[in-house]
């Protein structure tokens, strides 16, 4: 294990290592252009449209503002990303688990055909943990917490992280 100071820089270098991707957000405009306009590519598209720049809509400043709302819907979804992967690493660091027991995944099949990957923000299998006193509060916070939003305690018991 790494010392808490090194704790906090790695942390706080999983949540700006999300963030920082924000930088990079251009807007679309309702294409399906992968990787959005560059400004350059805006007032081209816009700027030859004649409905559009006869309505001013062919503007730098529609373009900033297009790029900021959707670098703050980024943002929400990066902020989101970076804590997931902080809580991660807090339970492998933790729990004396590896990345691939701290994580969960599966794959959809969505209606039209495409698949969407679903994740969980951690996991603890309790066989995994291999130090008995942290085993021991992993399965007693999971029976609690089961219990006050009403598990029935056959599902309880049943659950891989029940009573050790």
């Given amino acids: 294990m790494t ?3 090194s704790k906090d ?3 706080s270098t999983l949540l700006l290592d999300a963030i920082r991707v924000c930088r990079q957000y251009k807007p679309r405009f309702g294409s399906q252009k992968k990787g959005g306009f560059t400004l350059e590519e805006f007032n081209k598209l816009y700027g030859d449209d004649p409905f559009y720049s006869w309505m001013g809509l062919d503007s730098p400043l529609l373009y900033a503002a297009h790029k900021a709302a959707g670098g703050m819907t980024s943002i929400y979804r990066q902020i989101g990303i970076g804590c997931q992967r902080i809580f991660q690493t ?23 055909g495409t698949i969407r990957k679903l994740s969980l923000d951690g996991r603890i299998p ?11 509060t992993v399965s007693e916070w999971l029976k609690d917490a089961g219990e006050r ?3 029935d305690q056959g599902i309880l018991s049943a659950l891989k992280g029940g009573r050790v």
């Fill in 3 to 5: 010392s808490s100071g």
């Fill in 9 to 11: 820089e790695t942390y």
């Fill in 90 to 112: 807090i339970l492998i660091d933790t729990l004396d688990l590896t990345p691939e027991e701290a994580s969960w995944s599966y794959e959809h099949k969505n209606r039209d």
């Fill in 126 to 136: 309790l066989d995994s943990v291999r130090d008995g006193e942290k085993k021991r």
């Fill in 149 to 151: 939003v009403d598990v």
